[in-house]
């Protein structure tokens, strides 16, 4: 079954902890998202690779990381420096054909902050 | 820069009316047009797209026509139904690089 596999469904945090989201797809596609979706702002781009091994920062990169150590996945770590991390958070892939690209979206993680 | 803009919602019809959710756009260059559809607690879904001036996209009764005289695309829906409660994003992908610009989305409530 193909797609993109993002876990857990929820996550919660402490106060000062890092986190990470998985991220994780078989479609074989190259380029990689993060988002950050709060309520009536759409979405904000965090991070996104276009290869393995390279990523660049998007609108709202302060206070999250990422890797790109194999092309089938790109986790996100919320760092304690994010101070206001409780949001929607959404992974893409951006499948590239010339006219034909499209990005997919993965089912998303909500988390809380407790 | 790049932007889209889209209608504010939210957007309440009754079953059977007509939708049209307003989307315009400002980018350089020739960009591809998007609609996604977003159900409560899920990732986005591709609705419909199109990649060039005058193409119409269509999918499940909804339309929209990349119109690029008035740099806009509409979404559109003849007879809505209440399983189309969602809220809709319009976006655009540049021709220059590979991110997306996504509009702040519409929620819209069908009633029965």
């Known amino acids: 079954d193909g797609g993109i596999t993002q876990s857990p469904k929820y996550l919660f945090r402490k106060e000062g902890q890092n986190v990470t989201l998985s991220c994780e797809q078989n479609l074989n596609h190259d380029a990689m998202y993060w988002y950050r979706q709060d309520p009536g702002q759409g979405l904000r781009l965090i991070y996104y690779?276009?290869?393995?091994?390279?990523?660049q920062k998007g609108d709202i990169a302060e206070g999250y990381s990422v890797s790109r150590e194999k092309k089938e996945s790109f986790p996100l770590t919320v760092t304690s420096a994010q101070k206001n991390p409780t949001a929607f958070y959404l992974c893409?892939?951006?499948?590239?054909?010339?006219?034909?690209?499209?990005?997919?979206f993965g089912p998303g993680t909500r988390l809380l902050v407790l | 820069g790049n932007s889209v803009t889209q209608m504010e919602g939210p957007v309440t019809l009754s079953e059977e009316a007509f939708l049209t959710i307003n989307c315009t756009y400002t980018?350089?260059?020739?960009?591809?047009l998007f609609w996604y559809v977003q159900y409560p607690g899920e990732g986005l879904q591709l609705l419909l797209k199109?990649?060039?001036?005058?193409d119409k996209g269509s999918n499940k009764g909804f339309e929209a026509t990349y119109r690029k005289e008035t740099t806009s695309f509409h979404l559109e829906k003849g007879s809505v139904q209440v399983s189309d409660s969602a809220v809709y994003f319009c976006a655009l992908l540049p021709g220059s690089n590979y991110k997306l610009t996504f509009g702040k989305g519409t929620l819209l409530t069908v009633n029965p």
């Open positions: 690779s276009q290869i393995v091994n390279d990523f």
């Open positions: 199109a990649t060039k001036a005058d």
């Open positions: 980018a350089t260059g020739y960009p591809s």
């Open positions: 893409a892939t951006l499948r590239g054909e010339g006219s034909q690209e499209t990005q997919y």
